[in-house]
């Protein structure tokens, strides 16, 4: 997935600003005035996740002319490119463990969105995204250890067991587990973009990585399309994906993320699936069933599930360091 706790940022989550109380003299304006802004920055997540769906749902259509491997070249290449020019990142200064946590950020990155392109050549992306989901929510439910993660667990592979019939014989295998993997991957990228994120200013650290990433993936595409790579509706098309995939959706999350608490923006990103099945419809005419909508919809009330749970525990560690002792 391309998704991060998003699609590809590298940084770690701002607390939000508080807001000065209006006083008695206000009224009513005073949560008024916090829900006004509120609604800014969680516009712009829902339409940073819209891009990153609705940009995938634009690479599959170019998936015949170049394959999956040319898609995910051109994608990560045009984005580095992007990144690089308007971060200018120094390469100076930096450890050989530095290196190291770039290194394995951008094989993450390369993993998760070769593996997820590799499933959206076969399974529907409403599917693939939600598969794919299960990586992050894995990662949040052995990170909490309470016995609320094991409902959470539960009620997503429901979801799953939804998602295959019953019996996988209707879910293509090979996607299924190209989705799968690429969400292990997407669980191993949000480890290293916290690190990254730590180690490296601002998003010098997601622009390398996203070098990284590109070097990776550019022998495969090639491999796979050779000079149709070069094509020019495919190189316009290669950089609407990249722009809607990867460098719009960074931006709008990291504008958010400055007035956003980090775990409400997570709440957010759980409905990456449900907006993935939409973009499948409207763009490539993959309709859902009622069962494929209800598997999205448990595996989607999982992962939020998860967040709030984390969520109240990490807000419970803080409140007893902050308590004294007697």
Excluded: K
């Amino acid at each position: 997935m391309e998704q991060p706790t998003s699609a590809d940022p590298g940084h770690a989550p701002a607390p939000a600003p508080s807001i000065p109380d209006a006083g008695p003299a206000a009224g009513p304006a005073g949560p008024a005035a916090r829900l006004g802004a509120r609604l800014g920055p969680v516009a712009m997540v829902v339409a940073g996740g819209m891009s990153v769906q609705f940009g995938s749902a634009v690479a599959v259509t170019i998936m015949p002319s170049v394959g999956a491997a040319g898609v995910v070249a051109l994608r990560l290449a045009v984005a580095a490119v992007i990144l690089l020019a308007v971060c200018r990142p120094r390469v100076r200064g930096y450890a050989r463990a530095d290196w190291w946590t770039i290194a394995a950020f951008g094989l993450a990155m390369a993993g998760m969105n070769g593996l997820f392109y590799q499933a959206l050549d076969r399974i529907p992306l409403g599917v693939a995204v939600t598969l794919e989901v299960l990586g992050p929510l894995a990662l949040s439910v052995f990170a909490s250890r309470r016995a609320m993660s094991a409902v959470w667990a539960a009620l997503a592979l429901g979801g799953v067991a939804l998602l295959s019939g019953g019996g996988f014989d209707r879910l293509d295998l090979v996607g299924a587990a190209y989705a799968l993997a690429a969400g292990g991957c997407w669980a191993a990228y949000i480890l290293f973009s916290a690190r990254t994120g730590r180690r490296f200013p601002q998003a010098d650290g997601l622009a390398l990585a996203m070098a990284v990433a590109a070097l990776l993936s550019l022998p495969l595409g090639i491999a796979e399309a050779g000079g149709r790579l070069l094509e020019p509706r495919t190189v316009a098309l290669a950089v609407a994906v990249a722009l809607m995939s990867s460098v719009l959706p960074y931006t709008l999350e990291l504008l958010a993320l400055r007035r956003l608490p980090a775990a409400t923006f997570a709440v957010l990103m759980s409905l990456e699936p449900a907006i993935a099945a939409v973009a499948g419809f409207l763009v490539l005419s993959q309709a859902l069933s009622v069962t494929d909508a209800l598997a999205i919809a448990l595996v989607i009330a999982a992962s939020m599930g998860a967040v709030r749970s984390q969520g109240r525990q990490g807000r419970q560690a803080r409140r007893e360091r902050s308590t004294p002792v007697a």
